[in-house]
């Protein structure tokens, strides 16, 4: 992203309260995904060692990976009172938490090789275009360990979807759905949305993935307008 994109998308994740209400009514599939999610974790007793990349205030990784060993957890955001508030979520962990205020893109691309095991992204790839999206995908792979696992929630198209199509059924399914948003947050919700979201489709992350030696595992959520995905990384 540039710099006035940047800032475009951290004014908007500043006001915690609309994405408190975004959480709080379910808008945006947190209760689904984080369900389905801890599930799949805990299916094994790896210790994680997590990265989490457009982390906000911690709360999607604080609720996947609750009652579960967590070696480290590295919290990458570009809003500092995101990353306040998500030290405050992951008080369980604080001998393990770290934060860096940044972009993303930046920050993984000062991360040493294989120093993670896990690797989160929760509605934060989407404000990057597609060429942009592919960097930061194989930075994923490189952090990762031998068999580590890249947790990808998101916004995704449907092909044959275009972008704009989906951000104005998107921005039409705010203005119409989140009746619990005052009207200026409803709107503020949907400038963003038309000017700051490219989602990709799932067929374009299934097809790229595998390119940068990411190999999609499972489905684990998927309706309209969201999706939760994991790959692994096997060919270290």
């Known amino acids: 992203m540039d710099d006035h ?37 805990k299916q094994t007793e790896i210790r994680r060692k997590v990265i989490d990349l457009g982390c906000g205030d911690a709360w999607m ?6 009652d579960m060993v967590v070696e480290s957890y590295l919290g ?17 962990w604080t001998s393990a938490q770290q934060f860096r205020q940044g972009d993303i893109a930046e920050v993984l691309a000062e991360t040493p090789a294989n ?16 060429d942009q999206k592919l960097i930061l995908l194989d930075q994923i792979h490189r952090i990762l ?10 916004l995704a198209r449907i092909a044959p979807q275009t972008r704009d199509q989906y951000v104005d059924e998107m921005a039409n399914h705010i203005r119409h759905d989140w ?19 490219f989602p990709a489709t799932e067929a ?24 939760a995905w994991v790959f692994a990384k096997h060919d270290d």
Not at 118 to 129: G, N, V
Not at 145 to 154: N, R, S, T, V
Not at 207 to 225: A, I, N, S
């Open 76 to 92: 990458v955001d570009l809003s500092d009172t995101a990353l306040q508030e998500a030290a405050d979520q992951l008080t369980d």
């Open 61 to 66: 990784a604080k609720h996947i990976f609750q």
């Open 115 to 130: 120093s993670a095991n896990t690797a989160l992204a929760s509605y934060s790839l989407h404000h990057f275009h597609d």
């Open 204 to 227: 374009w992350m299934l097809e790229h993935t595998p390119q940068v030696g990411l190999q999609l595992d499972r489905c684990l959520f998927r309706d309209e307008y969201f999706g």
């Open 145 to 154: 360990e031998k068999d580590g696992q890249f947790l990808w929630i998101d």
């Open 5 to 41: 994109s940047l800032d475009r998308v951290k004014q908007v994740f500043e006001q915690w309260s609309l994405y408190d209400l975004i959480i709080h009514h379910n808008y945006m599939r947190h209760t689904q995904l984080v369900t389905c999610l801890n599930e799949f974790v």
């Open 179 to 197: 009746q619990a948003l005052r009207e200026s947050q409803n709107e503020q919700a949907v400038q963003h949305v038309l000017e700051s979201d």
